[in-house]
């Protein structure tokens, strides 16, 4: 992979905050292991689909019920994670993250392998299939959470303090670069997965991605803790942490040895001893105590959407008849696109501030996906279906310029102590979301119907540009420059009569010449 410079010049190294060096390869390592992880879980989250539309033909139930139990268990789940990460030393949630995510894919592979060897398992004996499916549906849920974990760590956690004491730029210049790691292995992953389904087979796939869960896990850990180790700010942030929640736990002891006056302290310590498992009401209040909100909400509202190619929509073209090699390319497209959203976004931010990027983004995407509404209306099944491709691909350009603008104001915004929770909490809300998209597919099982899931999505993602331009008004209590608009369309009134004055002024010229 090619190593992207995180200032200016490559050959100088970054400086952390103590002003000793970091070697840029730390950096490569960082990158490497991050798209070794990021490359498991897109091969699966591309290949889920077909194979639960195989396991189960003409229906989108199974795909559905496998999206409503991996989005449900960020759901009930997402916050206790964004909880333990933050109390967790990172070596501690580096470790849980790298296995139970590569296990469970390990252990989902499998069970599609021997459910696709053992087909006639539906109508010889129901009972193993169904457990089967659920072993899936359970491994899949799993590897969703492991993978939370890593998220947090990695672009919530890793990434703010390896830039601290720097320009604003770095931050910025380090989020493009994960984004793009992970678009880059969203190209690559359902391209190569899609030509192994479409000219080898589905068993194939599901082989190769057990086999690379097996082999990578120990590449990555080496990977990781390499990074960990050669920063020191990283070390002295886990530190940080530890000794942050220590005072809490002397105190609550202290409390309870007391007498007389303090009983009912010690009675409210008692009571949050016994219920403190629950984690996920304060989780909750945290987050709504953001001044990024709105921003937020409007995200996770992006998520309630088939507009990507996701389980739901994967399974659609699949029965529509596209090949699954088309679909991995169609998604490839799709990534390229987002790349080249990661690049443009530090060029927009940079002129017109974090806040406008994410509107003009936003907005871009909902225009994007006008023609994804329009392929409803077109009556040939293939050219409908290569519209809806198309318009999907192209909305990523403002999708994820989007989601990193928003991600960049949860950094800049949210209290160092705060981040991993309200990290957790915006990916339950997401999955929220996520989830309902699947009860919705779940209702609408039938791919005829995919139609009414397209303008449901439509209109959500309506909703959340609206919900981010309120925010905008009222951080900038405007949201256009109507006085250089004025100056412009001025401007403009005024440069034709500045050209005809000009016009006449060089015949007058010429006419003089003509007569001397």
Not at 118 to 139: G, H, M, P, Y
Not at 452 to 479: D, E, G, N, P
Request: hydrophobic content about 50%; charged content about 15%; overall charge negative.
């Amino acid at each position: 992979m090619e190593r992207e410079p995180l200032l200016a010049k490559q050959e100088k190294p970054l400086l952390d905050t103590q002003h000793n060096s970091i070697p840029s390869s730390l950096f490569t390592y960082l990158y490497v292991g991050h798209f070794l992880a990021r490359w498991g879980a897109r091969m699966w989250e591309f290949s889920v689909g077909l194979y639960m539309i195989n396991i189960w033909p003409n229906s989108l139930l199974f795909a559905a019920i496998y999206g409503v139990a991996e989005a449900s268990s960020t759901v009930l789940f997402g916050a206790i994670v964004g909880q333990w990460v933050d109390r967790l030393t990172y070596v501690q949630v580096l470790r849980l993250w790298l296995i139970a995510q590569n296990l469970a894919y390990i252990i989902a592979g499998g069970t599609v392998i021997a459910l696709l060897k053992f087909s006639f398992l539906k109508s010889t004996n129901f009972t193993a299939f169904i457990f089967l499916v659920i072993l899936t549906n359970v491994s899949g849920a799993i590897a969703a959470l492991s993978t939370l974990a890593g998220t947090i760590l990695i672009e919530r956690e890793w990434v703010v303090v390896i830039s601290e004491g720097h320009p604003p730029e770095t931050l910025t210049k380090l989020n493009s670069i994960i984004r793009r790691i992970d678009l880059i292995s969203k190209l690559g992953a359902p391209v190569l997965s899609g030509f192994v389904i479409s000219f080898v087979s589905l068993t194939s796939s599901a082989v190769s991605l057990a086999l690379w869960n097996a082999i990578t896990i120990w590449v990555e850990y080496w990977l990781f803790i390499s990074v960990y180790n050669g920063i020191p700010a990283l070390g002295e942030s886990s530190q940080r942490r530890v000794s942050r929640l220590s005072p809490s736990v002397e105190e609550t002891e202290s409390l309870l040895s007391d007498d007389g006056g303090n009983s009912a302290l010690a009675e409210e310590s008692c009571f949050m001893s016994i219920f403190g498992w629950i984690p996920c009401f304060d989780a909750w209040k945290v987050y709504w105590q953001q001044d990024v909100v709105l921003p937020g909400l409007a995200l996770a509202l992006l998520y309630f959407t088939v507009l990507s190619f996701g389980t739901l929509m994967t399974a659609t073209l699949e029965w529509e008849g596209v090949p699954a090699y088309v679909i991995g390319l169609a998604r490839g497209v799709s990534a390229v696109i987002g790349i080249a959203a990661t690049v443009v976004y530090p060029i927009l931010q940079s002129r017109i501030s974090t806040l406008r990027t994410g509107l003009w983004s936003i907005w871009f995407q909902w225009f994007c996906l006008i023609l994804c509404v329009s392929s409803i209306f077109v009556q040939n099944g293939l050219l409908s279906a290569y519209m809806l491709m198309a318009g999907v691909a192209t909305s990523r350009l403002g999708l994820w310029m989007f989601d990193l603008s928003v991600i960049q104001q949860m950094q800049d915004r949210v209290p160092e102590s705060d981040r991993g929770v309200v990290g957790g909490v915006q990916n339950s809300l997401q999955s929220i979301l996520d989830l309902m998209t699947y009860v919705m597919g779940i209702i609408i099982s039938n791919p005829q119907d995919f139609w009414q899931l397209i303008l449901i999505s439509f209109m959500l993602v309506t909703l959340a540009a609206l919900l981010y331009t309120v925010h905008i008004y009222r951080v900038r209590k405007h949201l256009f420059h109507f006085e250089k608009l004025f100056s412009w369309i001025q401007w403009s009134i005024r440069s034709p009569e500045k050209a005809e004055m000009h016009t006449q002024v060089e015949k007058v010229e010429v006419l003089a010449s003509n007569e001397s």
